[in-house]
Nanobody, 128 residues
Framework: QLQLHESGGGLVQPGGSLRLSCQASERLDYYAVAWFRQAPGEEREGVSC??????YYANSAKDRFTVSRDYGKNTVGLQMNNLTPEDTALYYC????????????????????????WGRGVQVTVSS
């Protein structure tokens, strides 16, 4: 079973940047890979995802976050710039095979239920 491991979280001041990385245990060629986040008391929400060669972003992430995939290293990164306190959350990497099924777009409501492989999450805290 696919295993995912996130890294790169931490504490950053408002306006700062962080880069998250998701390391997979196998090749991701046939997977949609997404970044979700969940703040205390909030629903888990899709932030960004990459499906094939296309990437998608939540409105809150557009123009600030960039998702990328390195096929050779089995990794997916999330570069986050101009961070605000509202970005504080536990960030999860998730993946779903695109073989034989339709994977919900990660930024759609309830999309998390369509992803079967999850990392443990990494904390991102934006505070002065």
């Amino acid at each position: 079973q696919l295993q995912l491991h996130e890294s790169g979280g931490g504490l950053v001041q408002p306006g700062g940047s962080l880069r998250l990385s998701c390391q997979a245990s196998e090749r991701l060629d046939y997977y949609a890979v997404a970044w979700f986040r969940q703040a205390p008391g909030e629903e888990r929400e899709g932030v960004s995802c990459i499906v094939g060669t296309r990437d998608y972003y939540a409105n809150s992430a557009k123009d600030r976050f960039t998702v990328s995939r390195d096929y050779g290293k089995n990794t997916v990164g999330l570069q986050m710039n101009n961070l605000t306190p509202e970005d504080t959350a536990l960030y999860y990497c998730a993946a779903a095979t695109v073989i034989g099924q339709d994977v919900p777009l990660c930024v759609a409501p309830g999309a998390a239920s369509g992803y079967s492989s999850w990392g443990r999450g990494v904390q991102v805290t934006v505070s002065s």
